[in-house]
């Protein structure tokens, strides 16, 4: 189930992403305490101790031990950062972090798997069946964002199908052509855009839209195109949904864009870690899916990554310390 864990984060830039890692070390640890010392030494064993990071904005000074001590500093900042967020998410967070160690909780509720879940897709790096959570990610992140708008709104997986009941299926022109359909727009891609196979998204995974009820003339009105992305380099997915409004529908309404990611993209301050790379866009992290999806006790057995890969990572026990 996991795999490369040895291998540390090879960027430091980003503290959301280290404090992922000694997370995901906690989780699969056997239940026993993980210490900063624990996390200073795989990061030495590693190399990336005596191995500044190029282009790094920390001056980690020549001397071994200076850099050792700074690197030291460095990591009790991430068990500050954890603190924080044990704090904030309260009974989601499945860890128990004091005076710089971390431990996994021994009995976990539905809040704190789902916490897991979302861990587990910021992570993949370190996972063996990743598309099982990504296509769930595409799942929960739907019935987030059906949490947080009217519900009076339509919200459905635009992306390639996996579920029997997703609305739009099949080659990637049937789904343009049904949802054109459902939005009485028209649509203005011509066949030799796409392969004979294509199932793809077109770079949309979640559409929704809020209707006006009885109404046969739909202009005018507000649309979401989501897109969902567990990587590291997610950024780069923010313009995707680009290509579906100027190239597959025409739309009477300027859609908005918006943006669904797993991690936890908060610094010390809970301010946007990453926020340089945010465009515009309509937001969802972790803390946001997590709060919208509060009350929703079912949605974390709806997975069908929950016992295939949730369930068996947290029975997992690798002595790694």
């Known amino acids: 189930m996991i795999k490369n864990i040895n291998n540390v984060p090879t960027s430091n830039r980003y503290i959301h992403h280290s404090c992922d890692y000694i997370e995901?070390?906690?989780?699969?640890?056997?239940?026993?305490?993980?210490?900063?010392?624990?996390?200073?030494?795989?990061?030495?064993?590693?190399?990336?101790?005596?191995?500044?990071?190029?282009?790094?904005?920390?001056?980690?000074?020549s001397n071994s031990s200076e850099i050792y001590d700074k690197w030291e500093n460095k990591i009790e900042e991430w068990y500050s950062t954890l603190e924080i967020r044990q704090t904030v998410y309260n009974e989601f967070y499945p860890f128990i972090v004091n005076n710089n160690t971390i431990i996994l909780k021994e009995d976990l509720d539905y809040k704190n798997?789902?916490?897991?879940?979302?861990l587990l897709n910021s992570n993949l790096k370190y996972i063996e069946n990743i598309n099982l959570l990504t296509s769930d990610f595409e799942e929960l992140s739907l019935e987030a964002f059906r949490e947080y708008l009217p519900t009076t709104a339509k919200c459905y997986r635009f992306g390639k199908s996996m579920l029997d009941y997703d609305r739009y299926k099949g080659h990637i022109t049937n789904k343009i052509d049904e949802l054109a359909k459902d939005l009485k727009y028209n649509i203005k891609y011509e066949a030799h855009y796409f392969s004979n196979n294509d199932s793809g998204d077109g770079g949309l995974d979640l559409i929704s839209w809020i209707p006006f009820t009885n109404d046969e003339n739909q202009n005018n009105i507000q649309i979401y195109l989501g897109q969902c992305a567990t990587g590291k380099e997610w950024h780069k997915k923010q313009d995707d949904t680009d290509k579906f409004v100027d190239n597959y529908i025409n739309f009477r309404s300027n859609p908005s864009s918006v943006m669904f990611i797993p991690y936890d993209s908060r610094n010390s301050e809970r301010k946007f870690d990453e926020e340089a790379r945010m465009k515009h866009h309509l937001f969802f992290d972790r803390i946001r899916l997590l709060t919208l999806l509060e009350n929703n006790k079912e949605i974390i057995t709806k997975l069908k990554s929950f016992d295939e890969i949730i369930n068996e990572i947290i029975r997992y026990e690798e002595d790694i310390v």
């Open 24 to 61: 995901l070390l906690s989780l699969i640890n056997n239940n026993d305490i993980i210490a900063l010392s624990n996390i200073l030494d795989r990061f030495y064993d590693d190399e990336k101790i005596l191995v500044p990071e190029n282009n790094s904005d920390d001056d980690l000074g």
């Open 113 to 118: 798997k789902l916490y897991i879940f979302l």
